[in-house]
């Protein structure tokens, strides 16, 4: 070998600066260009994630209708201020709980500024996720291929705009992202050894550990774990154990947290029955939740196929948004049609092939509500594989075409192309986040909550007070109260309200935002899931026009006092209200009395 060859002493020197632009988008994205959590699920695990700093176990203060009702169907006390969650997996809340008790200074939300201190903990944690996940991408793609398509691969990712936002809202994606690449990385290892006759050695409980923390992570990655043990059981038939492992732990695991759910409320899947409900019921998991009632939602079984077809097509139209832009990714089907002269490479894009066919079932049947940035979202989770792979067979068809006369065009031009067209949206609109992040530094906001307007509930509810809101998982984690999710009528909320005011934590207003009024036209707001509280979404607004609709409707005056909490502009300059706090008295007055010097 010639140490003296320049192209040799310069790769070195590319590969750092690989990694030094990698660190330095992270940098930018969580203390320059970060709005804040985005994430509904971020929010919620957040603060149950602070409930286990605080020492009261794996409780929450987002208190949904049909939890509680579960609790005293099994005949349990179901407290308002202390309700055990039944609704995540534990793996992420416990991961930060250690952290948030580290950082307990800064749970007060400081008023210099509009982005929560600890919001922007939770995007560090979940950005050290994803350079993990780069690394063991990098990692595959070197030990498949080489060191140029294992680079490639990880600029891909890191220029792809969605990716980044998906990132830091905080939510699970980052964590789950780690834990399936780890878990391709196990399968990739095994397939090797498999093939040279090496011993499996402590692969398969790495692969099995790193499915146990898919589920713990999300439920939804059930699928994902599936479409391994489909992997190893058809493309490693030798390796029983293996298959043996990643089955049992697992199952342990999950059945180790059913079993806790069961004993707390009744059911096996807590609250998250209402996700496998929505596949056979004609409304969304959110509005069970919503529900106080102890009924079995009606089944509607000839809709289902109808469902499962929508949600189907729905992703294969927004394909390329689901991958996050990732263009290799979208184009993984290219690996399908080549047959690689390894072994291990051929049986890897079929096991990669399996999970993410697994993944399509699983979201076809629950759906994505909110598109590609939704929850239940598992395309993102497989981009790294699916990128690795996708490089790959684009590099087979591009050396066929043998463009160009040699040069780096000729060799590398597949990958430009691509990193270009899914890179475009970040390239162009990096410069322009940027300026804004440092001309605003703390200023940004998120675009659906007012993190500090929800802080200032804070002082103006006491600890022993519940709070009622369209957004509890916001409200419950800014403004450190217990918040029940408004119900679906209000019969319920009188029976709710009631049963708080019973246990000395008395409802002292509702909360509403912006997010109950989204809907593509305005006869959504009489037919949606909140068009039982219309007249109260709309009180905001019209009061804006100098009209009080809780003067001439009854039923709001339990609430009389409105305390703004965002607003916005009309053409003539008047103002509307979307977000206010509704109270049963004035608790405003005086803290501003109070605060003046």
Same mark, same amino acid.
């Not at 005949?75 to 201020?81: F, G, H, N, P, T």
């Not at 964590?175 to 050894?193: E, G, P, V």
């Given at each position: 070998?010639?140490?003296n060859?320049?192209a040799?002493?310069?790769?070195?020197?590319l590969?750092?600066?690989?990694?030094?632009f990698?660190?330095?988008?992270?940098?930018?994205?969580?203390?320059?260009?970060?709005?804040?959590?985005?994430?509904?699920? =971020?929010?919620?695990?957040?603060?149950?994630a602070?409930?286990?700093?605080r020492?009261?176990g794996?409780?929450?203060q987002?208190?949904?209708?049909?939890?509680?009702?579960m609790?005293?169907?099994h005949?349990?006390?179901?407290?308002?201020?202390s309700?055990?969650?039944t609704?995540?997996?534990?793996?992420?809340?416990?991961?930060? =709980?250690?952290v948030?008790?580290?950082?307990?200074?800064?749970?007060?939300f400081?008023?210099?500024?509009?982005?929560?201190?600890?919001?922007r903990?939770?995007?560090?944690?979940?950005?050290?996720?994803?350079?993990?996940?780069?690394?063991?991408?990098h990692?595959?793609?070197?030990?498949?291929?080489?060191?140029?398509?294992?680079?490639f691969a990880?600029?891909?990712?890191?220029?792809s705009?969605?990716?980044?936002?998906?990132?830091?809202?905080?939510?699970?994606?980052a964590?789950?992202?780690?834990?399936?690449?780890?878990?391709?990385?196990?399968?990739?290892?095994?397939?090797?050894?498999a093939?040279?006759?090496?011993?499996?050695?402590?692969?398969?409980?790495?692969?099995?550990?790193?499915?146990?923390?898919?589920?713990m992570?999300?439920?939804?990655?059930?699928?994902?774990?599936?479409g391994?043990?489909?992997?190893?059981?058809?493309?490693?038939?030798?390796n029983?154990?293996? +298959?043996v492992?990643?089955?049992?732990?697992?199952?342990?695991?999950?059945?180790?947290w059913?079993?806790?759910?069961?004993?707390i409320?009744g059911?096996?899947?807590?609250?998250?029955?209402?996700?496998?409900?929505?596949i056979?019921?004609?409304?969304?998991?959110s509005?069970?939740?919503?529900?106080?009632?102890?009924?079995?939602?009606?089944?509607?079984?000839?809709?289902?196929?109808?469902r499962?077809?929508?949600?189907f097509?729905?992703?294969?139209?927004?394909?390329?948004?689901?991958?996050?832009?990732?263009?290799p990714?979208?184009?993984?089907?290219?690996?399908?049609?080549?047959?690689?002269r390894?072994?291990?490479?051929?049986?890897f894009?079929?096991?990669?092939?399996?999970?993410?066919?697994?993944?399509?079932?699983?979201?076809?049947?629950?759906?994505?509500?909110?598109?590609?940035?939704?929850?239940?979202q598992?395309?993102?989770?497989?981009?790294?594989?699916?990128?690795?792979?996708?490089?790959?067979?684009?590099a087979?068809?591009?050396?066929?075409?043998?463009?160009?006369?040699?040069g780096?065009?000729?060799?590398?031009?597949?990958?430009i192309?691509a990193?270009?067209?899914?890179?475009?949206?970040?390239?162009?609109?990096?410069?322009s986040?940027?300026? +804004?992040?440092?001309?605003?530094?703390?200023?940004?906001m998120?675009?659906?909550?007012r993190?500090?307007?929800?802080?200032?509930?804070t002082?103006?509810?006491?600890?022993d007070e519940?709070?009622v809101?369209d957004a509890?998982?916001a409200?419950?984690?800014y403004?450190?109260?217990?918040?029940?999710?408004?119900?679906?009528?209000r019969?319920?909320?009188?029976?709710?309200?009631?049963?708080?005011? &019973?246990?000395?934590?008395?409802?002292?207003?509702?909360?509403?935002?912006?997010?109950?009024m &989204?809907?593509?036209?305005?006869?959504?707001?009489?037919?949606?899931a909140?068009?039982?509280?219309?007249?109260?979404?709309?009180?905001g607004?019209?009061r804006?026009?100098g009209?009080?609709?809780a003067?001439?409707?009854?039923?709001?005056?339990?609430y009389?006092?409105?305390?703004?909490?965002?607003?916005?502009?009309?053409?003539?300059?008047?103002?509307?209200?979307?977000?206010?706090?509704?109270?049963?008295?004035?608790?405003?007055t005086?803290?501003?009395?109070a605060q003046?010097?």
């Open positions: 070998m010639n140490s060859n320049p040799d002493q310069i790769k070195p020197v590969r750092l600066a690989l990694w030094v990698v660190a330095s988008l992270a940098f930018l994205h969580v203390f320059i260009t970060f709005r804040g959590l985005a994430s509904p699920a =971020a929010m919620d695990q957040a603060q149950i602070r409930e286990l700093a020492g009261h794996f409780s929450t987002m208190v949904r209708p049909s939890s509680l009702r609790m005293q169907d005949q349990r006390e179901a407290l308002v201020a309700l055990p969650d609704s995540h997996p534990p793996l992420q809340p416990v991961l930060w =709980a250690p948030f008790k580290a950082l307990e200074s800064w749970w007060p400081e008023t210099t500024g509009m982005i929560y201190r600890m919001d903990v939770i995007a560090c944690m979940s950005t050290c996720w994803f350079l993990l996940t780069l690394v063991v991408m990692g595959i793609a070197r030990r498949l291929f080489d060191r140029t398509l294992a680079g990880v600029l891909a990712l890191v220029l705009r969605p990716l980044w936002m998906m990132v830091t809202s905080g939510g699970h994606h964590l789950l992202l780690f834990c399936a690449t780890a878990s391709a990385w196990c399968l990739m290892i095994l397939m090797q050894r093939e040279s006759g090496e011993p499996a050695g402590m692969m398969p409980f790495l692969l099995a550990l790193s499915c146990t923390a898919m589920v992570t999300q439920w939804m990655a059930a699928w994902l774990v599936l391994v043990i489909i992997s190893v059981a058809v493309l490693l038939p030798r029983r154990g293996t +298959l492992l990643v089955i049992l732990i697992p199952i342990l695991a999950t059945a180790a059913l079993a806790r759910n069961q004993m409320c059911e096996t899947l807590g609250t998250a029955k209402a996700s496998l409900q929505s056979l019921v004609p409304y969304p998991d509005v069970q939740m919503r529900d106080y009632e102890s009924a079995t939602p009606p089944l509607v079984l000839a809709a289902l196929m109808r499962v077809n929508a949600h097509s729905g992703q294969i139209e927004d394909i390329f948004s689901h991958v996050l832009l990732v263009v990714a979208v184009l993984f089907f290219i690996s399908l049609l080549h047959r690689f390894r072994d291990d490479v051929n049986r894009r079929w096991g990669i092939a399996i999970m993410w066919g697994c993944s399509i079932l699983g979201m076809s049947l629950l759906g994505l509500p909110d598109g590609p940035q939704d929850d239940r598992l395309h993102a989770i497989m981009v790294p594989s699916l990128t690795v792979l996708g490089l790959a067979g684009l087979v068809l591009w050396a066929r075409f043998n463009p160009g006369n040699g780096v065009w000729t060799r590398y031009g597949f990958a192309l990193l270009v067209i899914g890179g475009w949206p970040m390239i162009v609109g990096l410069s986040d940027l300026r +804004l992040g440092l001309f605003l530094k703390n200023q940004l998120q675009p659906d909550y993190a500090a307007s929800l802080a200032r509930l002082e103006m509810v006491e600890d519940t709070l809101s509890p998982w409200v419950a984690w403004a450190d109260r217990p918040t029940m999710w408004l119900p679906k009528n019969e319920q909320f009188d029976r709710l309200r009631d049963l708080a005011k &019973k246990q000395k934590h008395p409802v002292a207003g509702i909360v509403v935002t912006s997010l109950c &989204k809907g593509e036209t305005l006869a959504t707001q009489f037919t949606g909140y068009a039982e509280w219309v007249d109260l979404i709309a009180r607004p019209v804006g026009l009209v009080d609709l003067q001439t409707v009854e039923r709001l005056r339990d009389p006092h409105m305390l703004p909490l965002g607003w916005a502009l009309m053409p003539d300059g008047k103002p509307v209200f979307p977000s206010n706090f509704f109270s049963d008295r004035d608790r405003w005086a803290l501003k009395e003046k010097p």
